[in-house]
């Protein structure tokens, strides 16, 4: 249930030694048509990566992508004009393999920022990615396993639509996991034929309800990509509408296997905003709470303290989420620890032993609400991310 | 040298019972004048704490409070009505021990948000305080130490103007430390002779350059308080510009202080934006590197990981701080480890294996800089926070 799922799409994963660990590090997605469209959105950080930067020039020109190649094992992110033309060159090479022009081919990296890339290890990777290309799902997982970092599992969904068009995908992405897309890469892939616009539309509805309402760490990477590729090959057009809903859901199923795997994290948690004026105050609110290194500590001890939920609510300014402190309530796993503001069933109820954490902050004043998923801040997180380099 | 070096002022520390620990948990400051004068600045949480709330109103309303009592081990912040009448309960037990109107009367408290204070054992604290009332060094320790929590030293600082007048001080805070103040309880005493107007406008302005850019784990606490009293006992009125600055001087001295007393750092880290096109611009890029956990994971890892410095400052939108991503420069210990936004002088040249770390991040769009100071994020951070409820 891969990128392969749906028909016209081949896959790749191999090891071309760009990680010192020998595992599969370059994956290649090809889009055989019949009816090729392509969108993509990415990472609004300043400092985007050399194949986020090549990505967005390909698309702006108004080129249709069929190819998408990846690598895992280096960012080639604040790399300067070097790192740029290795972009351009990962992407020649595969167009030249594939019988493409290159402005057909996508790039993706992943890894350490600020080093280059072993060209000729990509080059090699490359060649030998195309040799591999094939269907179904092997095809598919290899490819899903070569774009893995600190993941610990691959990550894919598969939906079906009854109208005879199918979706695939495949995500890594463990860590610098926040919003303006988390730190990640993606790939949907789609049978449907679909207008161009659409597929751009869709994407950009489906990852704003959420990629972007992932934050596991707070940290915005330089690299976040996700890219659409339809074919066409189910001979199907696809209603824009019912499209997006069903590449919607892919991606919050996505967003939660990444939460799910996110670097030493020991609870998910989905923090809902409830009450508020507006989807965007409640986000607000959410994303303030899911970025308390205090909130995350305390979740990560089984501690159900809530009054670090509100001190983190708290510095949301009443401009962007009205709201009226003396009447919030905070219930944490079914709980009401937390009544108009002040305290409300006692914490000891609270059962913190599972990974999941469902915490409702209903601030009662509007009909508007968001979900912000996020994990606990772990020794474990610290330990991967202060004794390694990545 | 605390709060007790500038002519006109008494002090107590007393063990009130509030923590389990026994260790002293109320103090008191009072000045006896002959002119005196109060200023003081608060959290901007939305959740402020009972006793924010009760000084806010006290000093709205005109008066020129003379006393302060202060409490660890407990915030008394979320805990509605019956804590905003404990807050006031606290101001008039020392009132009336102290032979004043309740009006002048500020009240701090510190510890765990949503349990109510235990107000018999505080009221007997109070006035067991009140007996202990004395000037001289001793008094002004045992009072520095009883707003500890987590804080592992006692923090004062003091200085002497050549002008006639002296600046004592107390501060407590170790986590929770973070902008529109760190979590954290300061007094701030002098003998100058100082209008209440000179007195709010030069607290504004130390707090500004000096609390307000200590950032040690971007968590806004619910209780934060800085007070300044001015007895006027040296008989000397004060330039306030001068004054300014020497107070400027004793908070930076302090924010530095409680910085280094972190909760579980083990690096104290000064990140200076330069090349600014203001110093709002500096100050914002510096405060998202600052709460970069992977930055900060990397600092207590001993990583001069330069990569994640520009992936948190690209997260700041270009109209807050503009800048040419490609021309930053990064300096970490005085190795440029990043030129031009792309890769600089050999990150292994980095020595980080001291306490204090130096960042110098160069913008080179304006001549405005500002200096953010942080922490690492370590192993034992996590352990205090997730281990413990505080």
Redesign the interface.
């Known amino acids: 249930m891969s990128v392969t799922f749906p028909a016209g799409f081949k896959a790749a994963g191999v090891t071309a030694g760009l990680k010192v660990s020998g595992k599969p590090d370059l994956a290649l997605v090809v889009n055989q048509g019949p009816a090729p469209a392509a969108a993509a959105v990415f990472t609004?950080?300043?400092?985007?990566a050399a194949p986020v930067q090549y990505c967005r020039q390909v698309l702006a020109a108004g080129a249709t992508p069929t190819a998408v190649v990846l690598n895992s094992g280096g960012?080639n992110?604040?790399?300067?004009e070097q790192?740029m033309a290795d972009a351009v060159a990962m992407a020649e090479a595969a167009a030249l393999a594939l019988g493409l022009s290159p402005d057909q081919v996508l790039v993706c990296s992943t890894g350490?920022?600020?080093?280059?890339l072993p060209m000729a290890k990509v080059r090699d990777g490359i060649g030998q990615a195309v040799e591999e290309l094939a269907d179904g799902e092997p095809a598919g997982t290899a490819a899903a396993q070569a774009i893995m970092t600190t993941d610990t599992v691959d990550k894919q969904v598969a939906v079906s639509s009854p109208a005879g068009w199918k979706i695939g995908s495949m995500a890594k992405g463990a860590?610098?996991l926040a919003p303006?897309l988390a730190t990640m890469l993606v790939v949907l892939t789609t049978d449907a034929i679909l207008a161009q616009a659409d597929a751009q539309a869709a994407l950009k509805e489906a990852t704003r309800l959420s990629f972007d309402r992932a934050d596991s760490?707070?940290?915005?990477?330089?690299n976040d990509t996700v890219i659409l590729l339809a074919s066409g090959a189910s001979g199907v057009v696809a209603d824009p509408s019912v499209f997006t809903t069903a590449l919607t859901f892919v991606c919050q199923r996505l967003a939660q296997l990444l939460i799910g795997d996110a670097e030493g994290a020991h609870h998910d948690i989905a923090i809902t905003v409830a009450g508020a004026t507006s989807e965007a105050a409640a986000e607000a609110v959410g994303r303030a709470i899911a970025?308390?290194?205090?909130f995350k500590?305390?979740m990560?001890?089984g501690?159900p303290?809530?009054?670090?939920i509100?001190?983190?609510?708290?510095?949301?300014p009443?401009e962007v989420a009205p709201y009226d402190?003396?009447r919030v309530d905070v219930t944490i796993n079914g709980v009401t620890?937390?009544r108009?503001?002040?305290?409300g069933d006692p914490?000891e109820g609270v059962d913190l032993s599972g990974r999941q954490v469902e915490i409702v902050v209903d601030l009662k004043v509007g009909p508007a609400q968001a979900t912000i998923l996020t994990n606990d801040?772990?020794?474990d997180?610290?330990?991967i991310?202060?004794?390694?380099?990545t």
Chains 1, 2 share one sequence.
């Open positions: 609004s950080n300043r400092f985007p960012a992110a604040c790399t300067g790192g350490m920022i600020g080093e280059l860590g610098m303006g760490d707070g940290c915005m990477s330089t970025r308390s290194n205090l500590t305390a990560a001890g501690d303290n809530w009054g670090r509100l001190a983190a609510a708290g510095t949301v009443a402190p003396g620890v937390c108009g503001g002040g305290v914490r801040l772990t020794h997180y610290v330990s991310n202060a004794d390694y380099s």
